[in-house]
Structure formats: structure tokens, C-alpha cells
């Protein structure tokens, strides 16, 4: 019987060295991934995108969630000086975006939207003054949307607001939680 020699089969690359069509497709699940991380690694050093976001494995080693963040909005209006607003109706995806990713153009629009926004307010009880400063009750609040007025209230001239993004920090060295402000943008009118 004759044996047939074997011969082994080998692709040579074609002029020049470069990859048959074949081997790029073979290798683009590859290439597409690392794109991928190195856009996820990109945005994650420039920005303050949460690592929970985007794709990226830092979820796994960080507490900075966007639960973990918070928006301070701070009323500067003619009538009472500075209110602290603690909850603001209508705006909560706007919020819930700019806790996840905040940026300037993003607060600013937030901020913009909220200074066009009617603001009444409200009386915490007789005989006591209607100032903000320093005081943690909430008592300048929007207007309610359909137009009417709360009892009681009286509409407040906003000459300004500013917008905080604050995130957690738990530092080793220190006791405690600690707020470290991501991003402040200040509009006015």
C-alpha cells in the first residue's frame, strides 16, 4: 500500500504581511472589547461618571453609587435670603441623571429650569419669621403645577440658585462619612 506523504497546511499572509479578512474577523470580538474598555477607562478618568455606570467593574470596589450621591439646590430668593431646598417635585429624572453623571452643562440646565420655576412660601405656623438662613425647615417650595396657591402662601421672587452634586466619601482617617462636592454651578438671572 502507498502512503500518501502528509502535508501541512499553512496560511501565508498575503503581500506585505497584512491580515487576511478572515483573521479580522476571527479577532473582532477581541478588537471590539478592548475599544470598549479603553472608552469605559477614558470617560471614567475625565469625567465624574459613577463607576456603577458606563460598563465599567468599579462597582465592585467603590461605594460611589449614584444612591450614594446627592444634589443640594440652594434658593437665593429677594423676599427670605437663602433657602435650602430639600425636595423638588418634577425634576427627579433630571436629578437622577445629573447624581449619575453630573457636568457643568447638565447642572446648569438644571439649574436654569429651576430659576424659571414659580416658588411660593409657605408658613411654618403664626407668629414665627419666614427666613431660610440657617433653618432646616422646609418652607420655600414650588408651586404647585396646575397654578393654584397653597394656603397661606405667598409667591417668592428667585434671584438666583445654586447646584451642588455631593458625593459619600468613607476616608480610613477620619471617623465617620464625609461629603466631597463633585460639582457647583451658581445661575442667575
Known sequence: MKQKKARLKT??????????????????????????????????????????????????????????????????????GLCRIQEVTGFEDELLLLRTSPSRGRALLVAGDLLDSRWELVARGAGRKPSCEGDPDRRVKRALPDGGARPGASPVSVVAVEVTVVRRVFRPTEVGIAGEALLTVRHEL
Open 11 to 80: 496560511s501565508r499572509p498575503r503581500s506585505g504581511g497584512a491580515l487576511s479578512w478572515s483573521a479580522f474577523l476571527r479577532n473582532l470580538p477581541v478588537i471590539v472589547c478592548a475599544l470598549i474598555a479603553g472608552a469605559q477607562i477614558f470617560v471614567a478618568q475625565t469625567s465624574e461618571l459613577s463607576p456603577w455606570k458606563g460598563g465599567g467593574f468599579g462597582m465592585f470596589s467603590t461605594g460611589d453609587d449614584p444612591s450614594s450621591r446627592s444634589v443640594h439646590i440652594v434658593l437665593e430668593t429677594g423676599e427670605v
